[in-house]
């Protein structure tokens, strides 16, 4: 069928041929299909009071996620497995091992945030047989607790890896070949429309499928992973018209690795190409680890955080530190250009009329450099960017500057390079002589706002600062702070 979504959720198959463009999971679970233990906190992605697995067949196997229902489209699901809290419990009602490991700890008390917990839990003891504390943590950092403090569904979590009764017992476990066959079942080789009332969405069948479409529906909004698009509606009550879903995409979910760097596809969400990147460029990694919490992760995409051209995007200003390049898709063909000539203004990309992006390549830093990104939140987990600043730097044997690149996110309307700075650097010794003469040049590149993140007079000193932070690294100085877990 092509008028019609069709998926999977806990062990009943789902048709929907009456559904918007920008109706959310969240709504669906509880006001279609009363299924209230997924809860709204935040409706932003935020607090994971939402969370649910999502499974998805690649390359031919099954992989679950934990994503926020409360920014998950309709569109984005079909052919997956939406599994819920209510889908837990035992035959005989009894209660999962995730879910008796909080009781038996003490994980909960007003019990608003618990079901996001467990379905985050449950993500990892499905991944995870016996998860460090810093793996648990991470699983956990799209959570918030209002009342019990972290500590309890911490060693929760760690109780439970010791807890794995008989596969019959979980039903992902049970009934995993089932729902692959389910699911390998509801794939289609043509293009899904649905229109209702005013509004439409799109799921294209391959990618040249998606170059005819946006070719003929310029004005489209491209969603991949709709952390972002998915805040205009709940938060602004946007309506977007016609929607074209992007994430089922096989052709835009490669991660490439080659001698000289990675090429990694736009519909390739965060967790995807961590692996990859974290191997090569750590720093980077690092970074990735502190966008959003693990659902925001699994469901956002680099892809979509550049052709968003967000000032305080994440990924651009790292990914112009790198000198990575672009490349886009329509009709005409292919189109590369180096990343940080994308961003032309505010609200305002290099992107032709049924144009979109298809992949970016990310150089890898030769031996000799050193590079570094650094981003400054008002909380360290699932902030949002006050200030973001990028370093790529090569010494001569004589540890002159023969090239860096400086890039930043949060001080002007687009990511942007500090090319005044880096010409003060250039074909200079490497001393804090250097770097104390060079601060200055900041006030000619970047004349950044106030807003309720950051003042201006702040973010231009924390840039400031931020260059001589990466100067005492490169030099041995204990500059940055580690976790215990990090240094023990």
Same mark, same amino acid.
């Given at each position: 069928?092509?008028?019609?979504?069709?998926? &999977?959720?806990?062990?009943?198959?789902?048709?929907?041929?009456?559904?918007?463009?920008?109706?959310?999971?969240?709504?669906?679970?509880?006001?279609?299909?009363?299924?209230?233990?997924?809860?709204?906190?935040?409706?932003?992605?935020?607090?994971?009071? +939402?969370?649910?697995?999502?499974?998805?067949?690649?390359?031919?196997?099954?992989?679950?996620?934990?994503?926020?229902? +409360?920014?998950?489209?309709?569109?984005?699901?079909?052919?997956?497995?939406?599994?819920?809290?209510?889908?837990?419990?035992?035959?005989? !009602?009894?209660?999962?091992?995730?879910?008796?490991?909080?009781?038996?700890?003490?994980?909960?008390?007003?019990?608003? +945030?618990?079901?996001?917990?467990?379905?985050?839990?449950?993500?990892?003891?499905?991944?995870?047989?016996?998860?460090?504390?810093?793996?648990?943590?991470?699983?956990?950092?799209?959570?918030?607790?209002?009342?019990?403090?972290?500590?309890?569904?911490?060693?929760? /979590?760690?109780?439970?890896?010791?807890?794995?009764?008989?596969?019959?017992?979980?039903?992902?476990?049970?009934?995993?070949?089932?729902?692959?066959?389910?699911?390998?079942?509801?794939?289609?080789?043509?293009?899904?429309?649905?229109?209702?009332?005013?509004?439409?969405?799109?799921?294209?069948?391959? #990618?040249?499928?998606?170059?005819?479409?946006?070719?003929?529906?310029?004005?489209?909004?491209?969603?991949? !992973?709709?952390? $972002?698009?998915?805040?205009?509606?709940?938060?602004?009550?946007?309506?977007?018209?016609?929607?074209?879903?992007?994430?089922?995409?096989?052709?835009?979910?490669?991660?490439? =690795?080659?001698? $000289?760097?990675?090429?990694?596809?736009?519909?390739?969400?965060?967790?995807? /190409?961590?692996?990859?990147?974290?191997?090569? &460029?750590? /720093?980077?990694?690092?970074?990735?680890?502190? &966008?959003?919490?693990?659902?925001?992760?699994?469901?956002?995409?680099? !892809?979509?955080?550049?052709?968003?051209?967000?000032?305080?995007?994440?990924?651009?200003?790292?990914?112009?530190?790198?000198?990575?390049?672009?490349?886009?898709?329509?009709? =005409?063909?292919?189109?590369?250009?180096?990343?940080?000539?994308?961003?032309?203004?505010?609200?305002?990309?290099?992107?032709?009329?049924?144009?979109?992006?298809?992949?970016?390549?990310?150089?890898?830093?030769?031996?000799?450099?050193?590079?570094?990104?650094?981003?400054?939140?008002?909380?360290?987990?699932?902030?949002?960017?006050?200030? *973001?600043?990028?370093?790529? #730097?090569?010494?001569?044997?004589?540890?002159?500057?023969?090239?860096?690149? &400086? /890039?930043?996110? !949060?001080?002007?309307?687009?990511?942007?390079?500090?090319?005044?700075?880096?010409?003060?650097?250039?074909?200079?010794?490497?001393?804090?002589?250097?770097?104390?003469?060079?601060?200055?040049?900041?006030?000619?590149?970047?004349?950044?706002?106030?807003?309720?993140?950051?003042?201006?007079?702040?973010?231009?000193?924390?840039?400031?600062?931020? *260059?001589?932070?990466?100067?005492?690294?490169?030099?041995?100085?204990?500059?940055?702070?580690?976790?215990?877990? =990090?240094?023990?």
């Amino acid at each position: 069928m092509n008028d019609s979504i069709r998926f &999977i959720l806990n062990g009943e198959d789902i048709a929907l041929a009456d559904v918007g463009p920008t109706e959310t999971l969240l709504d669906f679970l509880r006001l279609k299909r009363r299924l209230t233990g997924t809860k709204e906190g935040c409706a932003e992605g935020d607090c994971g009071a +939402c969370t649910v697995l999502v499974g998805r067949l690649a390359d031919g196997k099954l992989a679950y996620e934990s994503v926020n229902a +409360c920014i998950r489209f309709m569109g984005s699901l079909h052919a997956t497995h939406v599994v819920t809290v209510e889908h837990l419990a035992g035959r005989d !009602g009894a209660l999962h091992p995730v879910q008796q490991a909080l009781v038996d700890c003490h994980g909960s008390q007003c019990g608003f +945030c618990t079901p996001g917990f467990v379905m985050s839990l449950y993500g990892l003891w499905l991944t995870k047989e016996h998860p460090s504390r810093r793996e648990i943590e991470k699983a956990l950092q799209g959570n918030l607790c209002r009342c019990t403090g972290y500590e309890p569904i911490v060693k929760a /979590a760690a109780q439970v890896s010791l807890m794995r009764p008989s596969a019959l017992f979980d039903p992902l476990q049970r009934t995993r070949s089932e729902i692959v066959a389910r699911l390998w079942a509801m794939q289609t080789s043509s293009t899904i429309r649905i229109a209702k009332d005013e509004d439409r969405l799109i799921i294209p069948a391959s #990618l040249q499928a998606l170059t005819e479409i946006l070719s003929q529906e310029p004005d489209a909004i491209v969603v991949a !992973g709709s952390t $972002d698009v998915g805040l205009w509606v709940t938060k602004q009550m946007r309506r977007l018209s016609p929607v074209v879903f992007i994430n089922h995409l096989s052709e835009l979910q490669s991660v490439t =690795e080659s001698e $000289d760097g990675v090429t990694i596809g736009a519909g390739v969400s965060y967790s995807g /190409a961590f692996a990859a990147i974290s191997k090569k &460029i750590p /720093a980077l990694g690092r970074l990735i680890d502190r &966008i959003g919490g693990e659902q925001v992760r699994n469901m956002g995409t680099i !892809g979509g955080n550049i052709a968003n051209g967000s000032p305080i995007g994440d990924s651009p200003p790292p990914l112009i530190a790198l000198g990575a390049t672009l490349t886009l898709r329509s009709l =005409e063909g292919q189109r590369k250009l180096p990343l940080e000539d994308f961003f032309i203004a505010y609200g305002k990309q290099d992107r032709k009329p049924g144009e979109f992006v298809e992949s970016v390549f990310v150089p890898y830093p030769k031996a000799a450099s050193r590079f570094a990104a650094y981003k400054i939140t008002k909380r360290r987990d699932e902030d949002i960017t006050a200030v *973001l600043g990028a370093f790529l #730097l090569t010494l001569d044997d004589a540890e002159m500057v023969t090239d860096i690149r &400086i /890039a930043f996110g !949060g001080m002007a309307a687009t990511p942007k390079r500090a090319r005044t700075v880096e010409a003060e650097l250039i074909g200079k010794p490497w001393t804090e002589a250097t770097i104390d003469t060079a601060r200055p040049a900041f006030d000619a590149d970047f004349q950044p706002l106030t807003d309720w993140r950051a003042t201006a007079e702040y973010r231009q000193l924390t840039a400031k600062n931020l *260059l001589t932070r990466f100067y005492l690294e490169t030099v041995g100085a204990p500059a940055e702070l580690k976790r215990f877990e =990090e240094v023990a």
